[in-house]
């Protein structure tokens, strides 16, 4: 089993350790769904060590490890398969809202923005970590590793590559810088009304189909990471695509090519080509996400009445996991160049974050 080093995890760390005194968790029942890698495992010690009864959910939707499911059925701990429909949950923990039928008596988590949509009509309130700053480390620093990790796992090069990239949210915009510090030929499609340009990119609004399907039709890989279902097959003529000679590739976290496209033609069945390690996405950029899911559970414990559907986090938890991570992390460096590159962007979103207390 991997070991870490503290600075790979110190916002997992410190909730832990105060977590371990505390026990805000006692006697409360979670049921915690997201993906379930080696990784994902210092995410449960934080709640086991808070006093929570503990059920690991794994669904069909993500792969998974199974060594580590068999793991945790070994000591204790319940593995539930593709179990959507309990009944006895204080809090599900979800990823992309696949246990939005649960009815968990205080509410839901979610990891997720492709989750959003479907919590915004729930009957019972949900955080979302997705409305965060610390998302970003995720998303957009670490799926862009996992990413590179995984084409060169499979010995596949970018450079001089002629590259199309859906979408430019949290995900995309940070597979993109990426792609071009790797000096990919890179050509990005976007709703040009909501995004300003920029960087050394060829840009495409997503209505010009023409000269989408044009660029898409000589690419050597095609990426999406949208955040939208089905969105390839939806919009375009589906023959530019299967009948390409371009690598497919889904960084979304549901199937964003559609049922147009069989799940042969991609990368990893158009599961996210990063789900094809053993970890995904490193520890280093999950640590303050996986504490702010975690620790967004005593949010509905504190206020077990609020408003059905979307809520934001708390920015006093957000201010101290960021500063945690600026301060001890591993990617403190990179996580400062990150907020420093887009303060322009997140400036309204980030205004509120000061040390804590």
């Known amino acids: ?14 909730q832990y350790e105060t977590w371990l005194q505390q026990r805000p968790l006692d006697g409360v029942k979670i049921f915690d769904a997201t993906p379930l890698f080696h990784n994902t495992l210092s995410k449960f010690i934080p709640l086991l ?9 794994i669904h069909d939707r993500f792969n998974h490890d199974p060594e580590i499911a068999a793991l945790l059925k070994k000591i204790g701990i319940p593995v539930a398969y593709n179990d959507f429909y309990g009944s006895d949950e204080d809090i599900v923990l979800d990823c992309a809202a696949i246990h939005s039928q649960k009815s968990p008596a205080y509410g839901f988590v979610e990891l997720t ?17 997705d409305r965060s700053v610390i998302k970003y480390f995720e ?101 530019i695509f299967t009948e390409s000679s371009a690598l497919l590739i889904n960084m979304g ?18 599961y996210p080509l990063n789900f094809m390690l053993s970890e995904p996405t490193r520890l280093r950029y999950l640590d303050a996400t996986f504490a702010l899911h975690n620790e967004s559970a005593l949010i509905l414990l504190d206020n077990p009445t609020p408003e059905p559907g979307l809520h ?32 322009q962007k997140n400036m309204e979103a980030f205004k509120n974050v000061q040390p804590a207390d």
């Open 1 to 14: 089993m991997k070991k870490y080093k503290p600075n790979e995890l110190p916002c997992l760390t410190e």
């Open 49 to 57: 060590a808070g006093g929570a009864e503990l059920t690991v959910g």
């Open 113 to 129: 923005r492709s989750g959003e949509h479907v919590f915004a009509r729930s009957e019972k309130p949900c955080i979302s970590v």
């Open 139 to 239: 998303d957009s620093l670490g799926t862009a590793d996992g990413l590179m990790r995984a084409l060169e796992n499979l010995n596949i090069p970018v450079a001089g590559k002629k590259i199309v990239l859906f979408g430019y949210g949290k995900v995309g915009s940070g597979i993109a810088h990426r792609l071009i510090r790797e000096n990919a030929s890179l050509t990005v499609v976007e709703d040009l009304r909501q995004i300003v340009p920029v960087g050394a990119a060829r840009w495409i609004d997503f209505r010009q189909k023409e000269l989408l399907e044009i660029a898409a039709s000589k690419a050597d890989i095609i990426i999406t990471s949208t955040g939208v279902p089905g969105i390839i097959c939806k919009n375009y003529n589906s023959k």
């Open 253 to 270: 976290a549901e199937d964003e090519f559609g049922e147009c496209i069989k799940a042969t033609r991609a990368l990893n069945q158009k």
């Open 312 to 343: 934001k986090t708390s920015d006093k938890i957000e201010s101290r996991l960021i500063w945690q991570t600026l301060g001890k992390s591993i990617i403190r460096e990179e996580a400062a160049a990150f907020l420093n590159r887009h303060q």
